[in-house]
């Protein structure tokens, strides 16, 4: 049986950064209210699935989590669902697995102390409304931090990608007021952050009013946080090319604590799918505004995101958004077969891609990936750069660290998470380098 007043949590949480952050804040609110983390490796009372919706058997993923949690001695934790998955399926999920007892949207987990209450009475309780604001004015002002720590500045999206469940699942556009923003990143920097990552679905199109009351954008934010003493680095991410200002291009220029990478998703480098996509640029506008950015800042990292086999896509089609890597040059890329996610307009369009074929597309994207990556860190060898320190390597006395450029680098030294240390580049791998401490 489940026990009625659980003492230790586990929020797992699957996908985005967002629900990374989502899941850390629901960590923090399970310690208010008076429950401690579970230790590595032991049996948590409470266990929270924190979703993601955007791909692949979601749902099944799901059910399969739940059945895992099921201890040796046929007992199961207090389960609740959260995230995408629980926004878009709740109903169904209430119905088909017994064994959770709460189920809260990506929206309304602010509300879970008190869900928690009612569970622990035997209720089974879900909760999918959407006062995207609401949520974060009721979370804990105290934060915690570890070196390289998100905050989320903006959420939801109405861009609606025919492929895409979140506007669906995360709501409208929202950005959350500059104030709050500002203040929770001095208390992450107290709690120990140095680096920040701006999160939304759409980060650039964040806007408000800064503290003079004038109306900015994101550039506006990014200006006021570099001004935090102790912060040494700021990122954002993800953004929309349609939203790529030329007043946040010039801050890629000016403001030195923001690094220099982007990661604009384009998807596809073929006009005829990007319009079935419902994208709303061009492969040409979207060039545009890489050159505008390396302009800025000739040294920028770029990173995409890149479906393939989208509903109709042709192997000219495919073809062109090779080219499109290939130009471009990416430093990273992170690429997806089309998953027809139920209730979007993709799912229904004709056309619909072999499994094989995509299988085909998706390998021989990936290998230009890490051919591009593997060439964009060999061109990194011999700088001398700084590392920002986020944990321990693997070996002894070894460290991990992220270069500027999102590179992770490893090197050894007597030097302490949360450094920020100067390294010679010495040898590059497709995913990492390997570096010597200077000082
Ligand atoms: N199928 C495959 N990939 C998808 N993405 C979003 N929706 C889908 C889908 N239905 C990818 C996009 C997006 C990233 C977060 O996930 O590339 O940028
Ligand atoms: Fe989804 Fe498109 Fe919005 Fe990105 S811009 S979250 S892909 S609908």
Redesign the pocket.
């Known amino acids: 049986m489940t026990s009625t007043a659980p003492k230790t949590y586990r929020v797992k949480s699957f996908g985005c950064q967002m629900n990374v952050y989502d899941g850390d804040r629901m960590s923090e609110l399970l310690t208010q209210q008076g429950l401690s983390a579970a230790p590595e490796g032991e049996d948590a009372d409470l266990v929270v699935l924190n979703t993601c919706h955007i791909r692949e058997k979601a749902a099944e993923k799901v059910y399969s989590d739940i059945g895992r949690l099921r201890r040796d001695d046929g007992t199961v934790p207090l389960i609740a669902v959260a995230g995408c998955v629980a926004q878009a399926e709740g109903e169904e999920i209430m119905a088909r697995a017994p064994s959770v007892k709460m189920v809260v949207g990506p929206q309304a987990y602010h509300r879970l102390p008190d869900m928690l209450e009612r569970a622990k009475a035997g209720q089974r309780v879900t909760d999918t409304d959407m006062p995207a604001q609401t949520k974060f004015d009721a979370l804990p002002k105290t934060r915690r931090a570890n070196t390289s720590t998100f905050l989320t500045v903006q959420e939801g999206?109405?861009?609606?990608?025919t492929?895409?469940?979140?506007?669906y699942t995360?709501g409208a556009e929202i950005s959350r007021p500059f104030k709050d923003l500002a203040e929770e990143a001095r208390r992450l920097v107290e709690a120990g952050a140095r680096e920040i990552t701006l999160l939304g679905?759409?980060v650039n199109a964040w806007t408000g009013d800064n503290d003079k009351g004038q109306q900015v954008g994101l550039e506006g934010l990014i200006r006021d946080l570099a001004a935090i003493p102790d912060l040494a680095r700021i990122r954002y991410t993800?953004s929309?090319p349609n939203d790529m200002t030329q007043a946040l291009i010039d801050a890629h220029g000016e403001v030195d604590k923001l690094m220099p990478y982007l990661h604009l998703?384009v998807?596809s480098g073929s006009d005829r799918i990007l319009r079935a996509m419902n994208?709303s640029h061009t492969v040409e506008s979207y060039l545009e505004i890489l050159k505008r950015v390396r302009a800025a800042r000739p040294d920028i990292a770029l990173s995409g995101d890149f479906i393939v086999g989208f509903p109709g896509e042709t192997e000219e089609d495919f073809a062109d958004t090779l080219r499109l890597i290939d130009q471009v040059s990416y430093s990273a890329a992170f690429s997806f077969k089309y998953s027809p996610r139920p209730g979007t307009p993709a799912a229904t369009m004709d056309e619909q891609i072999a499994a094989e074929v995509m299988d085909d597309r998706l390998k021989r994207l990936q290998a230009l990936v890490i051919e591009k990556q593997t060439a964009f860190n060999q061109a990194s060898v011999g700088k001398v750069t700084q590392v920002l320190i986020e944990k321990r390597g693997r070996l002894e006395g070894q460290w991990l660290g992220k270069s500027p450029w999102l590179q992770s680098v490893h090197f050894e030294g007597d030097v302490a998470v949360g450094d920020l240390v100067t390294v010679e580049l010495l040898q590059a791998g497709p995913n990492s380098l390997a570096g010597r401490l200077v000082f």
């Open positions: 999206c109405d861009k609606f990608c492929y895409c469940v979140v506007p995360r679905q759409n993800t929309h998703p998807q994208r």
